[in-house]
């Protein structure tokens, strides 16, 4: 007989080897897992020593809120849900200071330059400003290079329809008055225009001699840009002339804003400035003020049209005329 042949099954190596592996990388993932779950990145910290200075820090400004802040208090005698503040301390305090007057502290001055006024928020300007408020305060008050000028005239003549000089105020960059005099009349005054002017006979009595300060004027505006409302009329009585590149008039630049009508002074600084002067007499430094004010917070745009309209004029008279030759056909 011949000897039997095992039969051998044929053994599937492949199969068994991808199980070992989906089993090992599954045993992998679950330790990943596990060690994700013990070791959490946002961990917050519980001992003292695992605190951080930011932490620290965070701690210490929580502490000092709730330390400020007014505590709250339930009433247990009311229903549930009701709950009182516990502010008799604060209120008390408050209200004492209100009466004595302690917690009224200044606001600050508001003092905008070359800032346009429709950027400027009307709450931020009271409209109870007084002159002080066209002072800008701890600044410089000496001679600048922009000086504002207003004078007040009386009536001479027949009716008092001539004018003649009575009181001359100028005011520096800042709205600090430089110069304020009165002036002896060269002749017999018919109307002081009182109500309007606010001059009375007696500022004129111990008045200065008008030739000398028509000296001191001039000294003062040389080689200076003179700011003003109407300007004309103050040099007219004054005698004196001013480079016209050298003149910054409210009263004309302000035209464009009001149909190129002529605008008063009492109009822009109510409108821009939020002031109310001249409400019944003049006053020769406030004027001066108010319109040196408002330069300054148009200086930056007004500077920049007048730069513009020099080099249109340069270039104007720069410009040769050129010879039209006939055409010959």
């Not at 095992?6 to 199980?19: D, N, S, T």
């Not at 679950?30 to 605190?51: A, C, F, M, R």
């Not at 009224?104 to 346009?116: A, R, S």
């Not at 016209?244 to 190129?260: A, C, E, L, P």
């Amino acid at each position: 007989m011949s000897p039997t042949k095992e039969i051998r099954r044929p053994r599937v190596m492949g199969i068994a080897i991808k199980k070992k592996k989906m089993k090992m990388g599954k045993s992998k993932n679950l330790q990943v897992e596990s060690v994700n779950k013990k070791k959490p990145s946002n961990q917050y910290p519980i001992n003292g020593t695992d605190v951080s200075a930011n932490w620290q820090r965070l701690q210490e400004t929580i502490r000092i809120k709730t330390m400020t802040q007014p505590s709250y208090k339930t009433n247990t005698n009311s229903n549930k849900g009701k709950t009182k503040m516990n502010m008799s301390n604060t209120s008390e305090r408050r209200v004492s200071n209100r009466v004595n007057g302690v917690n009224n502290q200044p606001k600050p001055d508001v003092w905008f330059d070359d800032v346009d006024p429709c950027l400027v928020k009307s709450s931020m300007i009271s409209s109870n400003m007084s002159e002080k408020k066209l002072c800008k305060e701890n600044s410089f008050d000496g001679l600048t290079r922009y000086i504002a000028i207003d004078c007040e005239m009386v009536g001479t003549g027949f009716d008092g329809s001539n004018s003649i000089l009575a009181r001359v105020s100028m005011v520096n960059l800042y709205g600090h008055c430089v110069y304020d005099k009165y002036v002896k009349p060269v002749e017999e005054v018919t109307d002081y225009r009182t109500q309007v002017s606010g001059i009375r006979p007696e500022n004129l009595v111990n008045g200065e001699d008008f030739k000398m300060v028509q000296k001191e004027v001039y000294d003062i505006i040389q080689n200076r840009i003179l700011v003003g409302h109407a300007i004309q009329h103050d040099l007219k009585v004054l005698f004196l002339s001013q480079p016209k590149h050298m003149i910054r008039d409210t009263s004309v630049y302000f035209k464009k804003f009001f149909n190129n009508r002529t605008p008063s002074l009492k109009k822009l600084s109510e409108v821009y400035l939020g002031v109310k002067i001249q409400q019944g007499e003049h006053d020769s430094i406030t004027d001066a003020q108010a319109t040196m004010r408002l330069y300054t917070l148009f200086k930056k745009k007004w500077e920049t049209s007048l730069s513009q309209k020099m080099k249109c004029s340069k270039v104007k008279r720069n410009q040769k005329p050129e010879m039209i030759l006939p055409v010959v056909t």
